[in-house]
Every structure is written in structure tokens, then in C-alpha cells.
């Protein structure tokens, strides 16, 4: 039975050190072949999440590749894991979090990106986490995926909501500014959200300064 062997697999988990990062790496490489059923999938996310903390790099990227496989509410479990990780000390640990909800933000419905991206203004707002290049690029990407008029209502919120973040600070703003020429230039972007990212450095070109527009 496969949820048998990944329990097993889990079980090795306890019994070894860290100091075993190699072999452990490779157990939780394994683990994503194992993901042929929903019942499996849930074991799979319960001994990456138990890992999280110890081999957050492996995990999360892992998380990443099985989410086509998720349904919806185990696409939401992880989604939380990677939100409270934000809120991570380690800059590191913050930062791998905040690249894995970039990544996963393609693979979400519109309920779900609006659920992140409020739960991301709502911890901005609290200064629970401050925005990096890493955050900059999540927002970017989740704003680009969501409707025009909802776009555009992420935009306001930014705009009037967040202006230290986004004015004052000329680093955080550069960030912001960076992500969203990438998306601009990126081949692989489709034509719709190309546009969006045209949008967007066009609502922020209003504030940008002169070095940034030359840029």
C-alpha cells in the first residue's frame, strides 16, 4: 500500500539527524511520485508540512510541483503554510515563501488570489511582514492574474493604502518597478498579462523618480 510506504518513509524521517540532509532530501524528493490519489496527496502535504521548518527550501518547492495535483481545499492548506511563513524571522525562510506563493498564484481560481492578496495587504497593514523583492514579485503576480476592474481596485489599494511602502521608499518601490518590467519583457507571459503589467507601471510611473523612469 503506498500511504503504508510513505508513513514508513516518515517514520525514517524521526529517527534521522539533521546532519543526514542529503538522505532526507532525496525521501522527500521521493515522496512527490507517490502522489497518484487524493488520500495519498494528503499524506504527502502532512510529512512535507511536519518537515516545513527543518528542510523549508525542499518542501516548499516540492509543494509547488504537486499543487497541479491539489484540489481545492489541499491547494488552500498549502497556500496558508506558505502565508504563515511570511511572517518568518529567517530572511531566507521568508523569502522562499514569498517565491513559492508567486509561483503557486498561477494555479489558483479568482477566489483564491483574492484571498491571498487580502491576507497579504492585511499583514503589510499590521507590519506583521515588510515587503522585499520577493513580496514585490508575489504581488506583482497575483495582481496580474486577477480581473481588470478587480486590477484595478488592487491597485488603488496599494496606491492609497500602502504609500510608504510604495512611495517613501525608493528601494521597495525599485522592487516593485523591477517585477513588473519582467513580467513586461518575459516571452513566456501571455499577451493579457503583458498588458496588465502595462497597466501597472503606467498607475506607479506617476510616482517613480526620474533615475527610475530612465531605467
Request: net charge neutral; charged share 25%.
Given at each position: 500500500c503506498?500511504?503504508?510506504?510513505i508513513k514508513?518513509?516518515?517514520?525514517?524521517?524521526?529517527?534521522?539527524?539533521?546532519d543526514n540532509?542529503?538522505?532526507?532530501?532525496?525521501?522527500l524528493?521521493?515522496?512527490?511520485?507517490?502522489?497518484?490519489?487524493?488520500?495519498?496527496?494528503?499524506v504527502v502535504?502532512?510529512?512535507?508540512?511536519?518537515?516545513f521548518?527543518?528542510?523549508?527550501?525542499?518542501?516548499?518547492?516540492?509543494?509547488?510541483?504537486i499543487?497541479?495535483?491539489?484540489?481545492?481545499?489541499?491547494?488552500?492548506?498549502?497556500?496558508?503554510?506558505?502565508?504563515?511563513?511570511l511572517?518568518h524571522?529567517?530572511?531566507?525562510d521568508h523569502?522562499?515563501?514569498?517565491?513559492?506563493i508567486?509561483?503557486?498564484?498561477?494555479?489558483?481560481?479568482?477566489?483564491?488570489?483574492?484571498?491571498v492578496?487580502k491576507?497579504?495587504m492585511n499583514?503589510?497593514?499590521?507590519?506583521?511582514?515588510?515587503?522585499?523583492?520577493?513580496?514585490?514579485?508575489?504581488?506583482a503576480?497575483?495582481?496580474s492574474?486577477l480581473?481588470?476592474?478587480?486590477?484595478?481596485?488592487?491597485?488603488?489599494r496599494?496606491?492609497h493604502g500602502?504609500?510608504s511602502?510604495?512611495?517613501?521608499n525608493?528601494?521597495?518601490?525599485?522592487?516593485?518597478?523591477?517585477?513588473?518590467?519582467n513580467?513586461l519583457?518575459?516571452?513566456n507571459?501571455?499577451k493579457?498579462?503583458?498588458r496588465?503589467c502595462?497597466?501597472l507601471l503606467g498607475?506607479f510611473?506617476?510616482?517613480?523618480?526620474?533615475?527610475?523612469?530612465?531605467?
Amino acid at each position: 500500500c503506498i500511504i503504508n510506504q510513505i508513513k514508513i518513509i516518515q517514520t525514517q524521517f524521526n529517527r534521522l539527524n539533521l546532519d543526514n540532509w542529503k538522505l532526507i532530501n532525496n525521501r522527500l524528493n521521493f515522496l512527490q511520485y507517490l502522489c497518484i490519489s487524493t488520500e495519498t496527496l494528503d499524506v504527502v502535504i502532512r510529512c512535507y508540512k511536519k518537515n516545513f521548518k527543518e528542510h523549508i527550501g525542499t518542501c516548499a518547492d516540492l509543494l509547488c510541483v504537486i499543487s497541479v495535483k491539489l484540489n481545492e481545499q489541499q491547494l488552500e492548506d498549502v497556500i496558508t503554510l506558505f502565508m504563515d511563513g511570511l511572517v518568518h524571522e529567517d530572511k531566507y525562510d521568508h523569502e522562499r515563501c514569498a517565491l513559492s506563493i508567486a509561483k503557486i498564484a498561477l494555479k489558483l481560481n479568482e477566489r483564491q488570489l483574492n484571498k491571498v492578496f487580502k491576507c497579504l495587504m492585511n499583514a503589510f497593514e499590521s507590519r506583521k511582514i515588510k515587503i522585499c523583492n520577493k513580496c514585490a514579485h508575489a504581488l506583482a503576480t497575483i495582481s496580474s492574474q486577477l480581473g481588470e476592474k478587480q486590477l484595478d481596485n488592487a491597485l488603488q489599494r496599494l496606491i492609497h493604502g500602502f504609500p510608504s511602502y510604495f512611495y517613501n521608499n525608493e528601494e521597495q518601490l525599485g522592487d516593485v518597478f523591477q517585477c513588473l518590467i519582467n513580467g513586461l519583457s518575459d516571452e513566456n507571459e501571455s499577451k493579457d498579462n503583458c498588458r496588465k503589467c502595462a497597466q501597472l507601471l503606467g498607475k506607479f510611473s506617476m510616482k517613480w523618480n526620474e533615475k527610475q523612469l530612465n531605467d
